[in-house]
């Protein structure tokens, strides 16, 4: 049995006004996709073009037809298979193109035919367009957020795969999209409504005949008309059955929609920050939510790290994409006091570098911590999140020994969740504002909930 592996995976926030471009993408090629563990159990891997990068602003056209094209050809070169994996996110836009993941599956789906089954993994963040479930057999996407069940997901799409392959199934895939617009911290999987509505995905794939049931909450810093929630139900054959399952999560979700919100505590940022500092809690971590590097924002507004530095509070920012700025503070080294602008320099649309003096406590390669009286603020090469402990131990900082923590998020991740005293979600403007409203979009498909107020929906069967 002989299963090829590939795709092109990535978040698109189309508000930022940067690019996507080659350089950003990790790409593998060869036995490298196998070493990632890009294998089925009992079958030959088939390695095609496997590329992934992190979330960002609109992906340039050059580079994904490039990668688009690359992979084709390989996957030509090593016809015939009997099933393809492909690796997606379902929030990739493209400039000149659009829905990334339409186009990428309609041309993988020209080469394989029509009878090579595929799957695809998905994140629950997918914008998804129908057009998906035409040329795609399994559709199957994460199920927590904060992510933790990556590893899950690829099992079941890659054990989906194999059956089918072994007993000649050709499944079929019935998708719902829902007209809700929906920020990714209105849907924390822990929590009320996506909780409830999260667990009945094993109450439908439960039922004969049906192989798999996914929620998208998707992305709602994609301006396209894909943008939006969807559900998905695959059943082994019976494609009637699949859209009757599917529209009758649809309608749930739809009827509630309007419990969806933040479950962490929100405030405007001035308000998040004097909170934090009057907090009985030793340490706070505030998310600087319009500015999430985790949902394609550039990472270098320096609003919270000015309220800061103002209030000489003992505070962290973690951290801020500034490569010029790391470049001084290597120059000078360890010890040293300088002068210098930090920030603003990659998002000129919602902010403007900050003037600051500091002295240089720490340097790692790409990484630099500058002391600005009672706040460090750890500046980076790149766009970089802090998500775990060992990423703030890299820049030689212990995030418990402040009162206010800055990120780059909006919720936590997981493990910052599980051990941070108290969190606050700061509101600040940016490309990926909570406030969607604040957001100029105009390719959305409308109406939807809640830019345009309430109104009728019933899915269609």
């Known amino acids: 049995m002989r299963i090829a592996f590939g795709g092109i995976a990535h978040e698109t926030n189309t508000f930022s ?57 390989r996957l030509e070169q090593a016809l015939p298979v009997d099933g393809m994996y492909l690796r997606l996110h379902g ?21 394989l035919g029509p009878e090579v089954p595929m799957s695809a993994y998905l994140d629950l ?25 990556g590893e899950s997901v ?47 995905l094993e109450e439908i ?19 396209g008309p894909d943008t939006g929630a969807s559900v998905i139900v695959v059943a082994e054959e019976d494609r009637a059955l699949a859209r009757v399952e599917a529209a009758r999560l649809a309608e749930q979700v739809w009827e509630r929609r309007a419990e969806f919100a933040p479950h962490t505590e929100c405030l405007p940022a001035e308000e998040a920050v004097a909170v934090a500092l009057a907090a009985r809690e030793p340490t706070v971590f505030v998310s600087d939510s319009g500015d999430n590097v985790t ?23 973690a951290g801020l994409a500034d490569a010029e700025a790391v470049a001084e503070c290597t120059k000078v080294g360890p010890g040293a006091t300088l002068s210098l602008s930090v920030g603003g320099k990659l998002d000129g649309l919602y902010g403007s570098p900050l003037a600051v003096t500091g002295r240089v406590v720490h340097l790692t390669p790409g990484l630099a911590a500058l002391r600005v009286g009672e706040v460090d603020l750890v500046l980076t090469a790149d766009r970089r999140p802090f ?70 929906w019933s899915p269609p069967i």
């Open 205 to 223: 794939e439960a039922q004969a005949g049906l192989l798999d049931a996914s929620l998208l909450v998707g992305c709602a810093w994609t301006d």
């Open 125 to 149: 963040h997918g914008n998804l367009a129908p057009e998906l479930a035409e040329h795609v057999n399994v559709l199957t996407a994460l199920r927590t957020a904060p992510h933790v069940d």
């Open 295 to 317: 949902a394609g924002a550039p990472g270098d507004l320096t609003r919270l790290a000015a309220l800061l530095t103002t209030m000489r509070a003992r505070g962290l920012i």
């Open 17 to 73: 006004t940067l690019r996507t471009d080659l350089p950003d993408f990790t790409v593998l090629r060869g036995e490298q996709i196998a070493e990632a563990g890009y294998v089925a159990p009992g079958a030959e891997t088939v390695p095609t073009l496997v590329a992934t990068a992190s979330p960002g602003a609109l992906v340039a056209r050059r580079a994904y037809e490039g990668l688009r094209d690359e992979l084709l050809a």
């Open 387 to 456: 998500l775990t402990l060992h990423d703030f131990a890299t820049a030689g900082v212990n995030p418990f020994d402040y009162r206010v923590v800055v990120v780059k998020q909006g919720y936590l991740s997981a493990e910052l969740r599980d051990c941070a005293p108290r969190a606050i979600i700061a509101l600040t403007p940016g490309c990926s504002d909570l406030r969607v409203e604040r957001l100029p979009y105009a390719r959305l498909s409308r109406p939807i909930f809640p830019l345009d107020g309430q109104f009728d």
């Open 154 to 200: 690829f099992t079941r799409a890659v054990s989906h795969l194999l059956r089918s392959v072994r007993e000649g199934l050709r499944p079929v895939s019935a998708l719902v999209k829902v007209p809700l617009l929906l920020p990714g911290e209105f849907a924390v999987t822990s929590t009320e409504p996506a909780r409830s509505l999260y667990r009945r």
């Open 91 to 111: 929030a990739m836009e493209v400039g000149g193109i659009g829905n990334g993941e339409r186009d990428l599956v309609r041309s993988v789906r020209k080469v």
